[in-house]
């Protein structure tokens, strides 16, 4: 498996989780990395993503202030540090890789596409409870 996500659990609303994707293949460092996540009956959607560099980062509305996506290089691993948790935010996470993307990506809607992300990782679990 090249991408391990953890850290997903159940938490109340209001509370805090940091979830953790570690990559095991030879390009994460230039790797644009993202998050997505699938609750029950909904399609996959694009939650963030940040730079190979770390200096550029995208967040769709819903998590805009309360979520906060980061990466270690030298870990080859990419958190998502989730604040103000809230029941709407039970879903199953997923981490993603594209290593063919480059920072212009950020300025336009490629990385709200499933098909942007050629690399997905097992998905992890966080379940809020009201």
């Known amino acids: 498996v090249q991408l391990q996500a953890s850290g997903g659990g159940l938490v109340q609303a209001g509370g805090s989780l940091r979830l953790s994707c570690t990559d095991s293949?030879?390009?994460?460092?230039?790797?644009?990395m993202g998050w997505w996540r699938q609750a029950p009956g909904l399609e996959r959607e694009f939650v963030a993503a940040i730079s190979w560099s770390g200096d550029m980062s995208l967040y769709t509305d819903s998590v805009k202030g309360r979520f906060t996506i980061s990466r270690d290089n030298a870990k080859n691993t990419v958190y998502l540090q989730m604040n103000s948790l809230k029941p709407e935010d039970t879903a199953v996470y997923y981490c993603a890789a594209n290593w063919e993307g480059d920072r212009p990506d950020f300025l336009s809607r490629k990385l709200y596409e499933y098909d942007y992300w050629g690399l997905w990782g097992q998905g992890t679990q966080v379940t809020v409870s009201s």
């Open positions: 293949g030879g390009t994460f460092s230039t790797n644009i």
